[in-house]
């Protein structure tokens, strides 16, 4: 029994070294590699960027909108009464930006972004296509792992400032052309509510995200050795590690933020 | 021969009592002493199993030894650093068996994109176009790499090999995907470069019939062991 506990731990103990220093890796790579073909990294990380934060750009803004929205109205409707209603472009401002957001972009990118490059990674591996770039000198970290890092988190920031935009913006016209958020609450009072220490917390959110997006799925793409059935088992694998870390790290830096005051 | 200094130029590959074990443990490769000369074809012939693949991944650096060294021109590559590491592996290529094409690119970027990685200063079209001329697949290089066939894809996989001339090349089963009219080109291109460039090659085949690649010497590898050396032209056959 506490052999078999000894044995998790230290294996849950391993991957997660490994997770972590993917990241650093990489970005050592950028350097070690500096002789090397930039073009083919722009070119691989602007693909990344592009099916990631452009192709699914309506969809990510349309989300934005409608969470903006709901959030707005029962802010509006629960706050006005009441003494609080002052705090209401605040606790929409945190709840959009800080929370809600933030936390969308990282689901839907893992089930999304996550599960395509735990993939195409596993794929490559079984195919024997790592093993060919590795063959060829071509650094692992640097060709298949930074872009991937790189345009996924870059995703993450750009989507985080543009579906917040959208929510509380987007959501504002669409709740004020609706009548659903009466008269008292203007554009401005939201705009004032914007502190830069609210978009910083944000942004360190969405890039905490998406690199623990790209490196765990990494990983569990590359890990992947030659059977073709491991590679659905390292996207499971790969999704519900990232579930867990975004939602108890979004939780821990939300707490803090709120502690701090 | 000679360099200016007297001394023999150091062999192309040099494998002294190399070990590899496997994830649980088990021996792949025992105590490997080999050594190739440099312009020389070496053909390492064993059943499915016997640890070919094993020994030419470990020469292309893709296997850490457990044990022992490799020496390639006379450098052990495994106690390097990296930049002499690769600067040693880029001038071994390889051929895989199966796989090892990348699958989103098209022919023409499966064979230039080693060369445009290592120097990007390049213009990598006309090399590319050359060494697909040799090889007879100059009019697939725009296709997907996915949507041409396998004898293409292996040809493909011989190019992306010949492009960056490796002074070292690892031929994992030459025929296989290969019918002899097909063969035959990627043959006389390797003996070009071997004339020309003083190429060494090794080849991995399971019955010793590598008709119609030229081979100066073999090997047999059974378990994991080199056994008696075979000359080439002795057929053998592995029931």
């Known amino acids: 029994m506490f052999t078999r506990i000894g044995h998790v731990t230290l294996a849950a103990l391993s991957e997660t070294t490994r997770v972590t220093s993917l990241p650093y890796a990489a970005a050592k790579s950028y350097f070690v590699e500096r002789r090397k073909s930039r073009g083919l990294l722009l070119k691989s990380t602007l693909t990344q960027l592009y099916f990631t934060a452009v192709e699914p750009l309506a969809f990510f803004l349309t989300l934005g909108l409608i969470s903006g929205l709901v959030i707005l109205v029962l802010s509006v409707r629960l706050l006005e009464p009441t003494a609080l209603a002052q705090h209401v472009p605040t606790v929409v401002v945190r709840a959009v930006a800080l929370e809600v957001v933030p936390l969308i972009i990282a689901l839907v990118l893992t089930g999304r972004s996550g599960t395509a490059v735990a993939t195409e990674l596993g794929y490559m591996r079984v195919n024997g296509e790592v093993d060919a770039l590795d063959a060829a000198g071509i650094n692992i970290d640097y060709f298949l792992v930074l872009p991937r890092l790189v345009g996924i988190t870059l995703a993450s920031v750009t989507l985080t400032v543009m579906m917040s935009a959208a929510g509380l913006y987007g959501g504002y016209g669409l709740g004020s052309s609706l009548g659903l958020l009466g008269v008292a609450l203007h554009a401005s009072d939201l705009l004032d509510a914007v502190h830069p220490a609210v978009v910083g917390v944000a942004l360190m959110k969405a890039a905490f995200f998406g690199i623990t997006i790209a490196a765990v799925n990494c990983h569990q793409g590359l890990s992947v050795k030659r059977v073709m059935t491991e590679i659905p088992r390292a996207n499971v694998r790969g999704s519900v590690r990232c579930y867990v870390v975004c939602f108890l790290v979004n939780a821990m830096i939300s707490i803090l933020v709120v502690l701090r005051g | ?239």
């Not at chain 2, 074990?21 to 021996?27: A, C, D, M, S, T």
């Not at chain 2, 697909?132 to 040809?155: C, F, H, K, Y």
């Open chain 2, 1 to 239: 021969m000679a360099d200016s200094a007297g001394a023999q130029p150091p062999p192309a590959l040099e494998l002294d009592r190399v070990g590899v074990v496997n994830e649980l443990g088990l021996p792949l490769l025992m105590r490997i002493r080999l050594t190739v000369q440099a312009g020389e074809a070496l053909a390492v012939v064993g059943r499915n199993g016997s640890g070919k693949s094993t020994l030419l991944r470990v020469v292309a650096g893709l296997i850490a030894p457990r044990s022992g060294t490799v020496r390639i021109a006379g450098e052990d590559v495994f106690s390097l650093d990296y930049h002499a590491q690769q600067r040693v592996r880029t001038r071994v290529g390889m051929v895989f068996e199966r796989g090892g094409v990348w699958a989103n690119r098209t022919i023409e970027s499966n064979i230039s994109l080693p060369l445009e990685y290592h120097h990007p200063e390049l213009d990598t079209r006309k090399t590319v176009r050359q060494v697909a001329e040799e090889l007879g697949i100059d009019g697939s290089l725009n296709r997907p790499a996915t949507e041409a066939d396998a004898s293409v894809q292996r040809r493909t996989l011989i190019a992306r090999a010949l492009v960056m001339q490796p002074a070292l090349l690892l031929f994992d089963e030459p025929q296989h995907s290969l019918t002899p009219d097909e063969a035959r080109p990627v043959c006389d291109a390797i003996e070009r470069r071997r004339t020309q460039q003083r190429l060494t090659v090794i080849y991995a085949d399971h019955d010793g019939h590598v008709d119609p690649f030229r081979v100066d010497r073999c090997v047999y590898l059974a378990h994991g062991q080199l056994t008696n050396q075979i000359p080439a032209g002795q057929r053998f056959s592995i029931a």
